[in-house]
């Protein structure tokens, strides 16, 4: 067998293989609830009422949903220009500890949200930086050195959590003190249990959007990352390139801690993230790094965890079942995409 | 410093210098066929996670210990089917569709995990390989107890040889030299790309999930979630550090594995009081960052490494 | 060689057709060959030839027809087939493991792989190359071979498989002239031991002196088949383009003053290719300077310190009496340098960007942006400018420009070229790949761009269209630069000792 490029490949080709990977996925969800003895069709209604049944359900899906709209525009900007950045994780506890350190009484006031938010995002960069300058200046493969790092951080978060950033009244809990209340972000409308770091994401992807289809830097950034010995030629500075991509994507990922403790948690833990970092992977693909597409694609993977949370603990299917679902849909996506491009022809 | 020398001198450092080193080879092998082949497999810490679990729970569930082995083994050549499936005739992202592999692999072994054993709170142990003994050799003064390893770990070094031999000096080892530099050579050659580059996929993540049920059937008892814990990454950073020779990249498990054996003694010393342990446990990771560094640009990275080959492509 | 009629037919192609999409890249093509004989398969680039002998190896899979070797039916799409039937071929674009030896190549899949290695192969290599005459070391690394030594390997490949029928798709471009006298050698020792050769070729002077027959393709189909001895060039020049189209000759012209000079220029060796060796060239207004020799003896590096992507090592670059402070792609551009790439596909494009985003690659900055924001409307007025003025057949200029043929793709890159009116004019290799009638659009460009004024530097491994454009031509050979020649002033022959370095020798003695 052997591929064949599509000249000009069918709407119906473009949608439906899409939306085929999408009922595979389902399909699959069925046949692990199958698996663990349950109702296929009862153990999709509670994951689709446990997401969006109530009010309460989509609060906690948005707020789950925004950690991972940061994260997974981090990964949209770094892949675009095959900047392989794994290390969303990391450069998320970077953010989550600017967040504590300037949060917990060394800023008065005013200031303190808007200069944490910067130094978080600068740090977040700061940790990106690294790895690509090993990249461009060494050919060292980020995507190696990235995941290293996110071990490295997660112990030394546990090193701040347990040493120096201890909070004196945890009871022996590894997690920092509390937020004074000026840095911690406002809900949208008092009342309900949403902050303005969704708010923020959203302004965060539009921003990227207009960044890569409105700016030279954004040109420069899907040149490169399709072709970088054509970008080269045509006289883009490729490596300054890569690290502004960094810079960006290191920022947008560490706003994701940020925003998750000074919206939500209002303290580190060094449980603060189950893997926002891995997963805004997931939902950067889905969305096929489309900046807008992640907003989306984000709140649909939150709605997946925390309707899976309910299902489980209505239907007893392990809550794993989330992210079986997830990295199925990944494969079955990155299939189908390419299907759409591309067909299979004999010899 | 006396202390230090105490204990690079003692045999049972030796002893576990050896055993950290074996799964780190077994997966190293593992990927080293993989990108060999010209597949990078990123899929090899959640391939390392199944098979810790998978041989584990078939050993839990009254199986021998070298079925468990088996079952291993067959969980992880399963998941380099799909890997290999995705990335070579359908020529997908390797990055991709490698991180996808592991995150799947590794949720489908906590999902099986939370199934089998709902209500379990510690997890239960089995009675893993014991220390083979070996006539002549193991009474040995101190080089009998640095020796006193598990026959896993003996079919880790096993592997190694295997695999350098097959590389080397077999035509079947040729044909897989000449496919990860150039597959149209291999292709003209009356050979088959997918077939070459699948098998070692395969074989690969088959090996990959041995050195992950090592940790189960070897090194502890019984399978906990985090237990993998990046050595599948590290791994990667052995075969760049070992330059794509199974000799070299065997050296370089040692060599990893004396400093993490190492770390472990200096936390108990006069060390380990003053720093924080934290530091010691991350000493593996900047260790691989480290070995990244100082072999960039030296190393022959096999010539389509991470390019799929397409052969209509025109 | 025989030509006797009545022999053994080794090989039968029967209407063979083969569609790629829309296009049909075969239409029902039949060929016969027999036992001894040399059949040329002529056609220019993209009549078929490569699509024809492919599918009769076994890697593409033909849509109708069949393949007869020794008058056994070949199964399709399986080169292992085609091998084991006696088929043998020499790839245009070699298929050699660089980091294996000479000997490993050789034996990579003749043995069984879970066999162990066959001993006697490296006898049979050293027997087969001194009969031949292909003379190799057997324990080298490929990856460290000169051009024309891989290509003895490839057809060292396919005579110690035994090979019966020899295939060599274009083996000539990447020789000298002296090479390739060597190589029509060891064909005719190949014939008088009974193997039978098809020859892919579109230079008819070859053709003529070394086919029995030639068979024409022309856009996929069969449009000729005759007798070597019973025709002549011009003859089968219409045949192969249908009809008379000719190429553009530049007349001869009084240059203007230097543009560009290099001094003494130097850069280090990259692996197995050299880098430039005290080089000093200069390029005058209203001149084409043609740079000849066999691909991968610096070219690429002089092609880099001209455009603009690397540095000299050591040694001067002028531009205009002066030497640049900065000397990137964009100061080059910036100065009035115009680059058109050797590699479309790599270096000139971006297959996924549309025609608007590839016009404006190099100018992005400069001329369709402001403060960092991209002037998208003004980009596609340019591309569609480009599109007009140099006769780009395309949907539109959203058109993403992987579904461009060659020539409509080089088109594009000529005119994002040329339309801002450069005064110095890179062209690498601005033919290859494409058919007769791009070649011709291409070429007059250049000749209309040097009539206006322009210094033009004219890099191509074909020393026909060399000779034919160029008003003085230079020669590179293992990174050193010849003496200028003035147009008319040297046969190919004398180049050909020039390319393969020669001369050097000589010139230093003297």
Redesign the interface.
Known sequence: MRLETIPNPSAARKVGLPALALLATLGVAMLLALIAGANPFAVLGQIARGALGSKLAILETLNRATPLIFTGLAVAVAFRAKLWNIGAEAQLYAGAIVAVVLGTGALGSPLVLPVSAGAAMLAGAALLLGPVLLKTRLGVDEVVTTLLLNFIMLLFVSYLLEGPMKDPMGMGWPKSPALIPEARLPRIVEGLRLHWGFALAIIAAVAVWVIQTRTTLGFEIRAVGQNPEAARFAGMPVNAVLVKTALLSGGLAALAGWSEVAGLKGHLSSDLSPGFGYTGIIVAMLALLHPLGVVVTAIFVAGIFVGSDAMSRAAGVPTYIADMLLATALLFMVLAILLTKMRVVRG | MSEIVDILISASFWAAVIRIASPLILATMGELICERAGVLNLGIEGIMVIGAFTGWMAVYQGMPLWGGVAVAMAAGMLFGLLHSVLTVPFGLSQHVVGLGVTLLATASASFAYRLMLPQVTSPPKITPFQPLYIPGLSDLPWLGAALSQTALTWAAFAVAGLVAFTLYRTPLGLALRAVGENPAAVEAQGLSVTGLRMGAVIVGSGLMAVGGAFLTLSAFSSFFFEMVNGRGWICIALVVFGAWKPGKAVLGAILFAAFDALQIRLQQTALGAVLPYQLFLALPFLLSILALILMSRRAEVPAALMVPYNKGER | MSRDSGAEVVLRLDRITKR???LTANDAVSLTLRRGEVVALLGENGAGKTTLMNIL?G????DAGSVEVFGRPLP?????A???AGVG?V?Q?F??????TVL??I???????????YAGAREKVARLSRDFGLSVDPDARVGRLSVGERQRVEIL?ALYRDARVLILDEPTAVLTPQEAEALFATLRKATARGLSVIFISHKLHEVMGVADRCVVLRHGRVVGEVDTHATDKAALAALMVGGELSLPRAEARTPGPVLMRLDQVSTPDRGAAPGLKAVSLELRAGQITGLAGVSGNGQAALAEIV???ALPAAGQLWLHGQEPETW???E??ARGVA?I?EDRH????????DLT?NAV??G??TRF?RR???DWRAARAFAEGIIKGYDVRCPGPETRI??LSGGNMQKLILGRALAPGPDIILANQPVRGLDVGAIAYVQAQLIAARDRGAAVLLISEDLDEIMSLSDVVHVMSQGRLSPAFARGTMTAAELGLWMAGQKFGEAHAA
């Open positions: 790629f999409g829309a190896f890697h593409y899979v033909a399709p799409g399986n080169p292992r085609a091998l084991a071929m790839h674009h298929t050699l493991a660089g980091n294996l490993e190549n034996r990579l899949g003749t043995e069984g792989l879970w066999s162990r290695s490949k455009g603009g992507l990137t792609p964009r080059a551009l680059r790439p790599h270096q000139g494009s971006i297959a996924d960007f985003e690659l190099e992005y900055r942006s960092g924001w991209m992987r579904l």
